[in-house]
């Protein structure tokens, strides 16, 4: 018997039955819940039409609803297609024109934006009750869901986060997820006695995988449908949360905040630190506020699960590394100009091979030059330690290059975040006619402690090499960011070059 993505909530619901699976606000969603109104919503999919081999654009807020719909998608054999919220009408018309969705299911405004586009009749609104809606169709009368579905078959699509062009839809499969959540659940140590917070969107791979783990083991969820970092925090200590995940953004508001140590956060067993590059000085004034540690992790829309350090060996944690790969991953890296798979301590593009790794692009044309004689080209530049410890410097395409030497923009943010007064920061390349490239920081600094582009240049004159200096300093209100925490160092780089190149063309 094949294992599908929504076996994981029925054995869940038949294990343990009535107990706490979501909490959202005062609202409780116990296993067996989510998994009837799973089944009864994939009833209500096939009365409107969605049969196996469909997609279904899911285009929702952080509620347990979502983990009902997705589900229930994935038990008639439908895909569902994750568009961000937070994405505008252009967006969302290229990924329904990319993907061919034949219903979708939303709320809020989203369910208009989607009626416009597929037709009111072909929009499923959560803001109705799932049973209220399910009800008004007479879908109980329907068979029950699909039993042909196979572990073969389409059950997620996500996007690529698009710093690049247009984002692509990442399809991956029952089999790839089901292998991402099983070591997802290694990764993070996951037992049914753990209890943690989702505020990442649903309709990225993190909140997710979170979401798929947490019912493959009986942990319990609690969910925001927006994050508030003091509303966190008291639930952590209110609700004796056991661990907690934290993007670059939260990160830095966990460091930034005033009253950090009136928390108690002695329950946690560590913060999860995914998505984007460790930065150590960050992370270093968390634990010294709170106590509690860093457990760095590693993984990508394509390929969920690269690396993490060794939850079950706290004494070996590190926060210069991604970590080590789960079993059954394999790493290697590749020389960015030749191809040439690099001995340890070689820096080149990460790349991986696992059972967990995405069925392809869309659209499709994009997904050989994904992939290097069978192993995906993760686009991340770093290198490998003999013992497999992996280290992340930066993004291939986001390499600044100058005077032919390559600086990594991470490496420059971390000395810049060392500034008393820097509260976030980027870097990214300036075209120069004779450097080639330059360094430009854009940071944002704390109103109350002020510094002048001068102490900024001068930090990093006296941190690295004079390659890797920077030629200009924009200082600005906020960086801009995806919802995973990445910078968007395209959108600063568009905004920013035409102010920063003289007429004559040198920066």
């Not at 460091?255 to 913060?271: G, K, M, V, W």
């Not at 200096?469 to 959108?491: C, E, M, N, Y």
Request: some cysteine; aromatic content about 6%.
């Amino acid at each position: 018997m094949p294992a599908l993505m929504h076996d994981a909530l029925h054995r869940a619901a038949e294990r343990f039955g009535d107990r706490a699976a979501v909490l959202a606000g005062d609202a409780r969603w116990s296993f067996r819940d989510l998994d009837d109104a799973s089944t009864e919503f994939g009833r209500h999919l096939r009365s409107r039409g969605v049969r196996r081999g469909d997609r279904v654009a899911m285009m929702t807020s952080n509620r347990p609803e979502f983990v009902v719909a997705i589900h229930g998608i994935s038990k008639i054999g439908a895909a569902a297609v994750l568009l961000s919220p937070a994405w505008k009408a252009v967006e969302v018309g290229h990924a329904v024109k990319l993907t061919g969705p034949v219903h979708a299911v939303a709320d809020g405004a989203a369910v208009g934006l989607l009626g416009g586009l597929l037709g009111e009749g072909h929009v499923t609104d959560l803001d109705r009750s799932v049973s209220t809606d399910v009800a008004d169709t007479g879908s109980a009368d329907l068979p029950a869901p699909d039993a042909a579905v196979s572990d073969g078959d389409e059950v997620v699509l996500v996007f690529s986060s698009g710093t690049t062009g247009l984002p692509k839809a990442v399809r991956h499969t029952h089999r790839s997820m089901g292998c991402a959540t099983a070591d997802w659940c290694v990764t993070l140590g996951l037992g049914p006695d753990d209890r943690f917070q989702v505020a990442t969107p649903p309709s990225h791979i993190l909140g997710l995988l979170n979401l798929l783990a947490a019912a493959s083991v009986g942990a319990i969820v609690r969910l925001h449908p927006r994050f508030d970092l003091d509303e966190v925090l008291q639930r952590i200590e209110g609700e004796r949360m056991t661990l907690e995940m934290a993007v670059a953004p939260i990160a830095l508001a966990l460091a930034n905040h005033p009253d950090l140590e009136r928390y108690d956060l002695s329950s946690l067993r560590y913060i999860m630190w995914g998505a984007t590059p460790v930065s150590e000085h960050v992370a270093r004034i968390v634990t010294e506020r709170t106590g509690v540690r860093w457990l760095p992790a590693y993984g990508a829309s394509e390929v969920p699960v690269i690396a993490c350090n060794p939850v079950q060996d706290p004494g070996s944690w590190r926060l210069d590394s991604a970590g080590l790969p789960p079993e059954g991953v394999d790493l290697r890296v590749a020389d960015l100009v030749t191809g040439e798979v690099l001995p340890p301590g070689g820096i080149g593009e990460i790349q991986v091979s696992s059972p967990s790794v995405m069925a392809g692009y869309l659209p499709e044309e994009e997904t050989a030059g994904a992939f290097a004689d069978g192993w995906y080209r993760t686009g991340d530049v770093g290198w490998l330690e003999p013992e497999g410890w992996v280290h992340l410097t930066d993004r291939s395409k986001e390499m600044i290059k100058v005077n032919g030497f390559q600086v990594a923009p991470a490496e420059v943010e971390e000395v810049l975040r060392s500034h008393p007064s820097v509260l976030d920061c980027a870097v990214f390349g300036l075209a120069d006619e004779r450097a080639g490239e330059v360094p430009v920081a854009v940071v944002q600094v704390d109103p109350d402690r002020p510094a002048t582009a001068e102490e900024i240049q001068a930090l990093v004159a006296g941190s690295l090499a004079t390659y890797k200096q920077v030629r200009h300093v924009v200082f600005v209100d906020a960086i801009p960011r995806l919802p995973s925490g990445k910078v968007l160092r395209r959108t600063l780089r568009d905004e920013w070059t035409p102010v920063l190149l003289t007429p004559d063309g040198h920066a």
